[in-house]
Each structure stands twice: as C-alpha cells, then as structure tokens.
C-alpha cells in the first residue's frame, strides 16, 4: 500500500514524464524532413556537407571512411538543437556542443541520448570555456555572429579557443541588398521558411570584416563560398557568390 508521501509525488513524477515525451517529439519535428523545420534541414545538410569536405581537406581524413573524423576535437558555438554536432560525432570527432538556450540544449541531449550518440553539450557561452585549459581542432560558429552585438568579441573568442594549425568555419549572411531582399522579405515575409523578425540585416556581416577581425588573432583566409537556394527543384547548394548566405573557411597559424 502506497503511504501519503508516495502519493503526493505521483503527480510530480507524471508531469516530469510527460515534459520528457513533450521534448522528445520536439527533437524529432526537428529532424522530421517533411515537418515544419524542412526548409531548415535542408540548408543544415548542403552546409554540413560543405563542413565535412572541408574538415576532410584541412586534415587530410577520407570520408568514405566510418569514423574518419576520430581524434579531431570539434566544438559548436551556437549549436542549437545539435544538427551539426551529431552527424560529426557519428564520424569519430569528439564533438562539444554548446548553446544559449538551456531549452535547445536539452532538445539535443534528449536526442543524441535516444540515438546513443555522444556529445558533450552544454548550456553556456563561448566566453566561459576561456576558463578551462582547453582549444580545439576545428570551432564552428554557424548563423550566430548575426543574432550578436559585441561581434568582435566573439571571434576575439573563437580564435583564442582554436588550436594553433586548427580550422574555423564561420557561416553567416552577407549585409548586401540582395541578402535584404531573399533572406528577410523573402524568407520571413514573402515564404515564411522563419518567423517575421528573426534577422536585422543591419547586423549582417560581409567577408572582409570577418578576414579583418581574424587578422588580429593571425589567421588566414583558406576560403569563401556562398550558399543558394534553386525555388524550382527546391534545393540548396553552394556556389561561388557568397552575397547572401555563405561560409568562411580560416586557418590559425601553426
């Protein structure tokens, strides 16, 4: 027979449950390729493909190989509900992941729990990994430096945290009138792929700021390429203009 107190916390127990169901079913519409989220998908897999070619050439690894990343130490700065930081990890990479929203950061582990991947994800800042002894191989900073005011800190950061001869991959949105016109009137306004106001161009930003601000640190511009979306076969890929979503690939010196 049950006593009082075993009672008075059944319904605490029931509500944690169903909060965890409740996270569970976000982590998949996340990655459901015909949900609501599809639109994003797709740009997150023609940009991780661009990553891994990337990482691949930088550190000489075969991708046709199972864990072709294993030893590499990868960290994601901004990595929202892990989309980049899974895939990476399931290739061998010692993939860390870390976010703002304490609430993507529990959508992530709830997912890579279920799926038995490992990633250290953590709900932080970029700034407070400077107290820890620690740099990595590669650090991505994807679609973050335009939702930032204090830009130059934060790439002040990601160079301090990569390790020398280390790769950094920044994707962004370049601040021109044709990436004013697609990625908010267009995206936000016109087809609704993202809610009304996710963006201010004004804090778009172009390439050479970027190569400016990691000059300071030493780094190098490897490369820049753009990202387009073709509306008739409803498909991202990259190209050479980088004048509205692009990534930018650097190198710090050994």
Known sequence: MLDKSQLSNRPKMLDQQAEIAKFDDLAR?????????????????????????????????DLTQDVCFEGLSILDIGCGVGLLCEPLAS???????????AYNVL?????????????????CLADDLLNKPLQY????????????????QLIDVCCQLLKPGGLLVMATLNRTIKSYLIAII???YVMGYLPKGTHDWRHFVKPQEIDNMISRHGLTTIKVEGMRFNPFFNQ????????VNYLLYAQKPL
């Open 29 to 61: 519409e996340w990655r459901d390729p015909k949900g609501k989220f599809k639109h994003v998908l797709a740009f997150n897999q023609t940009r991780l493909t661009a990553i891994e070619d990337a990482i691949a050439g930088h550190y000489q690894r």
């Open 91 to 101: 290739q061998g990479a010692d993939v860390t992941g870390i976010d703002a929203s």
């Open 107 to 123: 959508l992530a582990q709830r997912h890579a729990k279920s799926w038995s991947i490992k990633v250290e994800y953590q709900h």
């Open 137 to 152: 191989d590669v650090i991505l900073n994807t679609e973050v430096i335009e939702h930032v005011d204090d830009q130059r």
């Open 186 to 188: 267009g995206a936000e």
């Open 236 to 243: 991202w890929k990259t190209c050479r203009q980088p004048d």
